[in-house]
């Protein structure tokens, strides 16, 4: 049997894009890092594209609140758990964890409708009112 290849990034989501699986975006962000050096230093355009992606999301005041992004970029960013971040805003571990599952599901919705680049003012991304 073949080993796994060092990134855990592998081609199938590299090239698939399945941004509408949770299980996928959460990998993402998981080796959100991984996915800079990949795209920066072995200059992997496919790679760059899905880390504007992601960052996009992250940083796109109509996407996710203050709260969420502290939550997904404290946990799955930087490692720590949810206990951990949650003394560090000043809530609890089940506030974190409902804050990360409202937050992916918001960055699953932007990236399925793909307005995170449109221009258009009359389109206003509002993240509740797509079910997925």
Known sequence: MAKRPKYHINYEMLFGNRYYRKETVVRLLKN?????????????????????????????????????????VGVYLYGYREWEVGNAIGTSQQAVNDALNKGIRNMQRAFFTGKLYKNDKRLVFYPSKLRI
């Open 32 to 72: 959100y890092f991984k996915l800079y050096s990949l795209a920066t230093l072995n200059h992997n355009y496919v790679a760059l594209d899905i880390w504007i992606d992601l960052n996009t999301a992250m940083m796109h005041p109509k996407v996710l609140t203050d709260r969420q992004r502290q939550c997904i």
